[in-house]
Nanobody, 128 residues
């Protein structure tokens, strides 16, 4: 099982970035997947998750209306579309997955230890 995140970089405030997480070793059917981030000096936090238990994406409050999570099962890829970025969005972004979907999307985002597999992060830097 592997997850490979990509798409990070330097972007100006107000700009957009699309992160991709390509998975291997498992399909994206009936799974829980999500994006987490960790800013310097801060704890890792759940950004957006989607569990096939409820199928409804969860977003942390600060990204609602700006970020969107999606997955392409055929391409084994999970995306995080990020719009209207602010310097507060600067962080290393990680994708994660659990091979089961026992809990809601919100649960997995609020309990990162519920994710079994993690990719290496990709850095997103938003300049003001």
């Amino acid at each position: 099982v592997q997850l490979q995140a990509s798409g990070g970089g330097l972007v100006q405030a107000g700009g957009s970035v699309r992160l991709s997480c390509e998975v291997s070793g498992f399909t994206l059917d009936d799974r829980s997947v999500g994006w987490f981030r960790q800013a310097p000096g801060k704890e890792r936090e759940g950004v957006s998750c989607i569990s096939d238990l409820d199928g409804r994406p969860y977003y942390r409050e600060s990204v609602k209306g700006r970020f969107a999570i999606s997955k392409d099962v055929a391409k084994y890829t999970v995306y995080l579309h990020m719009n209207d970025l602010t310097p507060e969005d600067t962080a290393v972004y990680y994708c994660a997955a659990n091979l089961v979907a026992y809990h809601s999307s919100g649960y997995y985002c609020q309990h990162p230890t519920g994710m079994d597999y993690w990719g290496k992060g990709t850095l997103v830097t938003v300049s003001s």
